[in-house]
């Protein structure tokens, strides 16, 4: 795995999106990486990089609604998935990915009982 972005807010609180990161991530990964997105939700952050060239994407979320929604949506983009994922347990061998994206999961485990706990979870050493 080359590059791990996590929380991707800045400092006033304001998810960024992918136009606003895309030169940091064309500089660190280029655009041929397989590349992890964590809790997707309906953002269009992967429907961004898509376009953008990126073509192996894989999304995870843990609504079932929210992916079910995203698939539809996603239908014309063949090389990107959508799974239901628990990111506190991910299912993906080893060295899947070059890039892992949270756009803002970690926010959410850290605002819930066992804060810490989930996030250490999420966060464990591994290469994914």
């Known amino acids: 795995m080359i590059g791990i972005i996590f929380s991707i ?36 952050f992967s429907e ?10 894989d999304n995870v979320d843990i609504s079932e609604v ?3 929604q995203m698939k539809a949506r996603n239908e014309t983009r063949k090389d990107m998935t959508y799974a239901v994922m628990d990111v506190r347990d991910l299912k993906f061998a080893d060295n899947t990915y070059d890039l ?3 756009k803002s999961t970690m926010d959410s485990l850290l605002c819930g009982e066992q804060a810490f ?3 250490a979870l999420m966060t464990k050493v591994r290469s994914i």
Do not use: P, Q, W
């Not at 006033?12 to 964590?38: C, N, Q």
């Not at 961004?48 to 994407?57: L, Q, V």
């Open 9 to 44: 807010n800045c400092i006033s609180h304001r998810l960024e999106d992918y136009g606003s990161l895309k030169g940091f991530i064309k500089d660190i990964i280029g655009d041929k990486a397989k590349v992890l997105i964590l809790g997707c939700g309906n953002a269009e």
């Open 48 to 57: 961004n990089m898509y376009d953008d060239g990126y073509k192996t994407i």
């Open 66 to 68: 929210v992916i079910s």
């Open 100 to 102: 892992v994206v949270d």
């Open 117 to 119: 706990y989930n996030a």
